[in-house]
Structure formats: structure tokens, C-alpha cells
Antibody
Framework: QVLLQQWGAGLLKPSETLSLTCAAS????????WSWIRQPPGKGLEWIGE???????NYNPSLKSRVTISIDTSNNQFSLNVKSVTAADTAVYYC????????????????WGQGTLVTVSS | QSVLTQPPSASGTPGQRVTISCSGS????????VNWYQQFPGTAPKVLMH???RRPSGVPDRFSASKSGTSASLAISGLQSEDEAIYYC???????????FGGGTKLAVL
């Protein structure tokens, strides 16, 4: 059973870069796509993007210009960078295991990381 | 504005059966499987149903789901107070080349 543990800075100023990392343990790292999902306070879920163990990525078109997802297969970790953040990027950010490596459009998000609240404020 | 449309709220009394709808389009629900997530305040979402109608181990059989055309629904029978949560539907969208979610339905057990 895969376990996800995430970490990163929780308070940023506008224009800074958001950086979060998620470590997977206890299961196959190469069998799935690994996603980042965010949830603004009191609002719904928004998928940010995903990566597989070969570094192939898919991004939400609305965030693509500011987002980079990278992977470190030697440590079973993947990371999220969002540049030029604004208050609108304030949210709880989750990492999650997602679509199957053979077909990333299938599958489901399970498990999820514990979530990291990122606040953007001057 | 979410790509998948859910009612913002639903309610029922203990023991009742409630359904939550999720409406999409031909680029998502119409051609891809639907998943449902349950979220309690302050916690990460948890998969409740996947692949349209499959229940992960540990999820009570009071929960069921179905899909027809470009819509899907989640049903909860024998409603219990512990079912008070927010429920999200999700599917892959071929036009956006990514995952999309519904806006979430807050379920109240009266």
C-alpha cells in the first residue's frame, strides 16, 4: 500500500515561487502517474498536473504557463513548482497517485497526501 | 465554473436513500470512467467509488454509483449521520487532456 508524505513552504509573498515535494513509499513508483491537486479555502478541487516515472507530464491548461512538475525516481519523489504566485494560488495542495501508466486517462486518485496549506500574502 | 456539474447541496434523514448527480459532456463522462470522492472537513479526499461503479474495499455497500451517457450518479442508501461530507465526481477530459472535477455536493443528514 502506497503512502504519500508531502512538504514545502506554507507562506509565500506575491510573485514568489511555490515549491512542494511528495515522497511515495511502500508500493510501485513506476506503475502510475503522480498528480498534484489543489483546493482553495472553502472551494472545490482543481487538478494541477501529473507526471510519470519517465518524466512525461500533463498539465491543466489554465495553469500550464506557471507550473512545472518534476520527478526524482531515485528517491521516489515528485515535486511541484508554481511561479509568480498571487493570492489566487492560496489553497491546500495535495499530492496523489492517479492514472495507470498504460493509460493515464483511467484510474483514480488513491492515496492522497496529507495536504499542505499554502498562503500567499504580502 | 467546474467542468462537471453537481448540485451544491443534498440532504436526507437517517435511513433514507439519497442520490447525487454529476453531469458532464462527450469529452469526459461520455467516453471515460467516473470516480467519486468523499471529503470530511480538514481532511484529504478519499476515493469512494471508481471506474463508474466499483467500490474499493472498506467502503460500505450502502454506497453505489452508475453512469449513463454523459451523466453519472452516486447513491447512498440507509443514510447515516457519518455520511455527512462533501462528495466530488471526477473524470478525465479528452478535450482538456486532464482530470476534471465537479464542484462538490455537501450532504447534510437531518
Amino acid at each position: 500500500q502506497v503512502l504519500l508524505q508531502q512538504w514545502g513552504a506554507g507562506l509565500l509573498k506575491p510573485s514568489e515561487t511555490l515549491s512542494l515535494t511528495c515522497a511515495a513509499s511502500g508500493g510501485s513508483f513506476s506503475g502510475y502517474y503522480w498528480s498534484w491537486i489543489r483546493q482553495p479555502p472553502g472551494k472545490g478541487l482543481e487538478w494541477i498536473g501529473e507526471i510519470n516515472h519517465r518524466g512525461i507530464t500533463n498539465y491543466n491548461p489554465s495553469l500550464k504557463s506557471r507550473v512545472t512538475i518534476s520527478i526524482d525516481t531515485s528517491n521516489n519523489q515528485f515535486s511541484l513548482n508554481v511561479k509568480s504566485v498571487t493570492a489566487a494560488d492560496t489553497a491546500v495542495y495535495y499530492c496523489a497517485s492517479g492514472g495507470h501508466i498504460v493509460d493515464p486517462t483511467t484510474g483514480w486518485f488513491d492515496p492522497w497526501g496529507q495536504g499542505t496549506l499554502v498562503t500567499v500574502s504580502s | 465554473q467546474s467542468v462537471l456539474t453537481q448540485p451544491p447541496s443534498a440532504s436526507g434523514t437517517p435511513g433514507q436513500r439519497v442520490t447525487i448527480s454529476c453531469s458532464g459532456s462527450s469529452s469526459n463522462i461520455g467516453r471515460k470512467t467516473v470516480n467519486w470522492y468523499q471529503q470530511f472537513p480538514g481532511t484529504a479526499p478519499k476515493v469512494l467509488m471508481h471506474s463508474n461503479d466499483r467500490r474499493p474495499s472498506g467502503v460500505p455497500d450502502r454506497f453505489s454509483a452508475s453512469k449513463s451517457g454523459t451523466s453519472a450518479s452516486l447513491a447512498i442508501s440507509g443514510l447515516q449521520s457519518e455520511d455527512e461530507a462533501i462528495y466530488y465526481c471526477s473524470a478525465w477530459d479528452d478535450s482538456l487532456n486532464g482530470w476534471v472535477f465537479g464542484g462538490g455536493t455537501k450532504l447534510a443528514v437531518l
